[in-house]
């Protein structure tokens, strides 16, 4: 989940529309993120309906929150690496 969020972030696929709200183009279509009155946020897609977490949701927060994204991309690369390392080794 980490990973699809952190590419919607980098594909710019999040778009501002009001205050706290927010369009989020995902893999299976647009999906609607926004903040509560009480600071929490939801979003419209199945996956956080039935988990109450998402990728959409995820995204956003990266957005607004530069030093949790610099966090994220480090991890993200670094697991690309290992993935890459395993891959020749097989």
């Known amino acids: 989940m980490i990973e ?4 919607l972030v980098q594909k710019k696929r ?3 529309v009001g205050d706290g709200v927010y369009n989020v183009v995902g893999e299976h279509g647009t999906y609607l993120v926004a903040q509560r009155t009480n600071g929490t946020f939801s ?10 977490k998402c990728s959409h949701l995820l995204a956003v927060l990266l957005l607004h929150n530069p030093s949790l994204l610099r966090s994220v991309k480090r991890q993200v690369s670094k697991s690309l690496g290992n993935k890459k390392s395993k ?4």
């Open 43 to 52: 979003c419209t897609c199945p996956g956080f309906i039935k988990r109450g």
């Open 14 to 16: 999040i778009e501002r």
């Open 4 to 7: 699809k969020a952190y590419e």
């Open 87 to 90: 891959r020749r080794k097989a």
